[in-house]
């Protein structure tokens, strides 16, 4: 039986250096069509100050749905950003190590179950894919 | 020992732990801040921000020339980041001896003038650059050891 509950949006906001995070949601979208519900940022080029507004700019605009901030490397500058941006945010998580099996699970996830649910799936979800493939 | 002196407006972050870290193998990162060194928040985000074969140091600039005035890094091997020119020229009037300061990431922001692609300056950041020049330091250019090295000392008269 299904049920007709309505689940909150949500919103996914990859943050990485150069063009991944762009590159990335490209190929999330030849994948799988269009997708609205994710953003891409890159730190090149832009001062930690600049970052730190943009992602919050995005936040502010997106009052109705919770973020989930993706980014590439735990310990570099988008991290660091991403941390220093979602302050005093009580939407907003940070997820680092985003790879494409994260961005698809969010992607065709998110909006069908409680954010939370999404939240661990997807975690689950990266951390299987790494993995040495040997049938 | 001091193995890289570098101005870095990100101090700690991908660039420096991977692509300085790959040729320094560096056992300590200093981070000389007077504002990261006196804010506990940031001074924890810095810290789990490096990898664990590297430890940190996080001090004001006077407690970073003191400290490495005592001698008590000799044995390491260190680099030392500073946010901008200002602080680097701190360091060297409060006693501390370089040759070499490296101009890592100076990232635009409103108002700055372009020097090379990831340096960009303003007023402030001219006047401490020539004085550092006045000293006697070489002040290079890279954003990571493989990239050409650009001498900035006549670029910015």
Redesign the interface.
């Known amino acids: 039986m299904t049920t007709n509950k309505k689940y909150r949006e949500m919103l996914g906001l990859i943050v990485t250096h150069g063009a991944f995070a762009r590159e990335l949601l490209n190929t999330v979208k030849q994948i799988v069509g269009n997708v609205d519900c994710c953003r891409a940022l890159s730190n090149t080029g832009v001062s930690d100050d600049v970052l730190v507004e943009k992602i919050r700019n995005i936040l502010d605009e997106d009052k109705e749905r919770d973020t989930i901030v993706f980014v590439d490397y735990f310990g570099g500058s988008c991290s660091m950003n991403c941390l220093r941006a979602v302050k005093g945010y009580d939407r907003a998580l940070i997820i680092s190590g985003v790879n494409l099996p994260i961005i698809l699970d969010f992607v065709t996830k998110q909006g069908t179950m409680d954010p939370e649910q999404v939240v661990d799936n997807l975690i689950r979800r990266g951390q299987e894919s790494v993995r040495i493939i040997d049938m | 020992m001091l193995k890289l002196f570098r101005i870095d407006?990100?101090l700690?972050?991908?660039q420096v732990?991977l692509g300085w870290g790959r040729e320094i193998r560096p056992d300590r990162i200093l981070v000389a801040d007077d504002f990261v060194a006196a804010d506990e928040?940031e001074r924890n985000?810095?810290t789990?921000?490096?990898?664990s074969e590297m430890k940190i140091s996080i001090l004001s600039l006077r407690e970073a020339v003191d400290q490495l005035k005592t001698g008590i890094f000799d044995s390491e091997r260190v680099i030392l980041l500073v946010k901008g020119p200002k602080d680097a020229l701190r360091l060297l009037e409060l006693g501390l001896r370089i040759e070499e300061i490296n101009v890592g990431g100076m990232?635009?922001?409103e108002g700055k003038e372009k020097i090379l692609d990831n340096v960009y300056i303003d007023e402030d950041d001219r006047k401490a650059l020539r004085e550092m020049v006045k000293l006697g330091v070489t002040l290079e250019a890279r954003a990571l050891p493989g990239h050409e090295r650009v001498i900035l000392n006549s670029k910015i008269v």
């Not at chain 2, 789990?48 to 990898?51: I, M």
């Open positions: 407006d990100r700690v972050h991908a732990v928040w985000i810095y789990s921000a490096v990898p990232h635009f922001s």
